[in-house]
C-alpha cells in the first residue's frame, strides 16, 4: 500500500497524543487503508481518532484516560500502522 | 442504523461548511454507517471530511473550492446521510 505524502508519527501535547498523516493518490487505498487500521483496533482494543477526506487520512491517538501516559501500548500501535503501510515486504 | 446521540446539520462560517456529528453505541454500527456514507461520496463525489473514533462520528462538507456556496448538491448529500440514519421505513 503505497503512500503519497503525508508525516511520520509527531509526538504532541495538550493534550499528549501521538500524530501522524497519510496521503493516497486515489480514494481506493485510502478506504483500504482505513479498512485494516480498523481492524487493527479491533484487535488491541485502541481507537485512535481518524479524520480522513478522499485522500488522507489524519490518525491521533490519544494518551491514556488519565491523559499522562503515551505507553508501549500506542508505541505498538503506531509501528503497526507504519507496517501496513510499509507493504508485504516489511 | 440508530443513532444514540449527536447533532443534526448545522452551517458554520469561515470556512463555510455543514457539519453534523453522529453517536453509535457500538463500533460495528458506526463502520456500518462510514461504508454508506464512502459509497454515498464515490456515486455523488462529494468527499465530506470524516472524523471518527470508536462510537462517534464528525461529518463536515466544506463549500465548493470558491469557498462561497452551499449548494443543492450539499444539502441532497445531507439529506440522503440522514435517510442512512432514519432507516429502511424513511
Known amino acids: ?4 505524502g503525508g508525516h511520520p508519527w509527531r509526538e504532541r501535547a495538550r493534550p499528549l ?5 497519510v496521503e493516497f493518490d486515489e480514494y481506493e487505498a485510502l ?14 482494543g485502541l481507537y485512535p ?3 480522513f477526506g478522499r485522500t ?3 490518525l491521533t491517538l490519544f494518551a491514556d484516560e488519565d491523559g499522562e501516559t ?3 501500548e500506542h508505541e505498538d500501535f503506531a509501528q ?3 507496517d501496513l503501510l ?4 516489511a
Open 70 to 72: 503515551l505507553g508501549r
Open 49 to 51: 481518532n481518524l479524520s
Open 17 to 21: 497524543r501521538l500524530e501522524r498523516r
Open 56 to 58: 488522507y487520512v489524519n
Open 1 to 4: 500500500m503505497t503512500e503519497t
Open 31 to 44: 478506504r483500504e487503508f482505513l479498512d485494516k487500521v480498523a481492524a487493527l483496533s479491533e484487535e488491541t
Open 86 to 89: 510499509a507493504g508485504p515486504a
Open 80 to 82: 503497526r500502522v507504519d
